[in-house]
């Protein structure tokens, strides 16, 4: 992350606390008449427990804030197990909570491999519920090692994406090519909701590319913590070296690199994992760099004909968890919105940065779509129903 990303996310991370400490008594039930006399039926909310927490480094302060503080505003106690690359910001993290009050055993950390104490997480009989964000692989993983379990375990899934831009042909070529730059280069691209792929009107197409390039020339790659920074590095040698695995698998399979599409290494580069950022054009579905999650600074360009097209393209992918829409035309808008088979939509804006007051999370493999995560429906994951029929 640059400096003023991260700033941005614990700023997030407080307003995440505040909204959900609003929440707490709002975790209420209803009332439903009875069919006879003399009766009521009642609903109360109530805490599943213990919940297991599993969470990336993209996001280590943000993602832990938006499934802890939920859970514990429910009544329920957690186990934390942060990404092994950013354990010390997961315990600074806990720190302040308990600092600010919190009892001791209400958030417990435990940092360690994810194999082994992932999989003791979603074992273990006292834990009633797990939330999940990481790979789709990981996930579907943890999915087979619950259902393998003689009781039901929880599970709430936040996963993989393989989000596309859709740009029509009324859209303002500015307006796009800043759109598109904030949704595919923010954080080096290494976030779910990171713009991989961009769906532009024929008509718009060869502009746009050339638009494209120009503004990426005009980024500066480096040290995060420089304010002048408009991308900093990747997260570790592993993620450098899968990102720049997929700029070779592009090249093979036919996709035209027209910018970047190398390591940066020498002089300041020497100390960190940096990679040009990186554009392809005339991606076609058959191509990976199409079709798999790379996280990284990599930008697919494809063009189409008609909005059904369009449409086809965005949902060619096996992920299904935001798009972005730039366009003036409402009904093209809608139709778009309607015809994708996605989580989440963002008109005019890019696909990072959701905001933490509304439902999160994907469908197809970008999650198991049955718990959204944020917004007041979070609560719905770490609570459940019961029924109290009264009569007298």
């Known amino acids: 992350k640059t400096i003023s990303e991260s700033r941005a996310e614990v700023e997030r991370a407080s307003w995440i606390l505040r909204f959900y400490a609003s929440l707490i008594l709002r975790v209420n039930g209803y009332t439903i008449p009875s069919q006879f006399k003399g009766g009521l039926i009642l609903t109360v909310r109530e805490p599943l427990g213990v919940v297991g927490v599993i969470t990336p480094w993209n996001f280590p302060i943000a993602i832990p804030a938006w499934k802890i503080v939920p859970a514990i505003a429910a009544g329920n106690t957690v186990v934390f197990k942060p990404a092994s690359l950013a354990p010390t910001i997961a315990y600074r993290f806990v720190e302040i909570l308990h600092r600010a009050g919190l009892p001791p055993g209400v958030v417990n950390l435990v940092i360690g491999s994810g194999e082994k104490i992932g999989r003791e997480m979603i074992t273990n009989k006292h834990v009633e519920a797990v939330s999940f964000t990481g790979s789709t692989n990981t996930g579907l993983e943890i999915n087979r090692i619950a259902g393998s379990l003689d009781r039901y375990v929880r599970l709430q899934m936040e996963l993989g994406g393989k989000n596309a831009t859709i740009v029509t042909e009324d859209a303002p070529l500015s307006e796009a090519v800043e759109i598109i730059v904030k949704g595919a280069f923010a954080i080096a691209g290494q976030a779910c909701t990171a713009t991989s792929r961009v769906l532009v009107h024929m008509d718009l197409y060869g502009k746009l590319v050339e638009a494209l390039k120009t503004r990426i020339d005009g980024m500066k790659v480096g040290n995060g913590l420089d304010p002048s920074t408009d991308m900093g590095p990747l997260a570790s040698m592993d993620q450098k070296k899968k990102v720049l695995s997929y700029i070779e698998i592009g090249k093979n399979e036919g996709a035209k690199l027209v910018y970047g599409g190398y390591a940066l290494e020498s002089g300041d580069y020497a100390y960190g994992y940096y990679v040009k950022p990186t554009l392809f054009i005339d991606c076609e579905p058959k191509h990976r760099i199409f079709q798999e999650e790379i996280f990284g600074p990599v930008l697919c360009v494809t063009p189409y004909s008609s909005i059904d097209e369009a449409i086809e393209l965005a949902n060619s992918v096996k992920y299904g968890?935001?798009?972005?829409?730039?366009?003036?035309?409402?009904?093209?808008?809608?139709?778009?919105?309607?015809?994708?088979?996605?989580?989440?939509?963002?008109v005019n804006r890019q696909t990072v940065g959701v905001e933490f007051q509304a439902p999160f999370g994907g469908v197809k493999a970008s999650g198991n779509d049955i718990y959204k995560e944020q917004g007041i429906e979070a609560l719905d994951f770490y609570t459940r129903i019961k029924t109290i029929y009264m009569h007298w």
């Open 321 to 346: 968890l935001t798009l972005g829409i730039v366009s003036r035309d409402l009904s093209k808008i809608m139709r778009i919105a309607q015809g994708a088979k996605i989580g989440i939509v963002r």
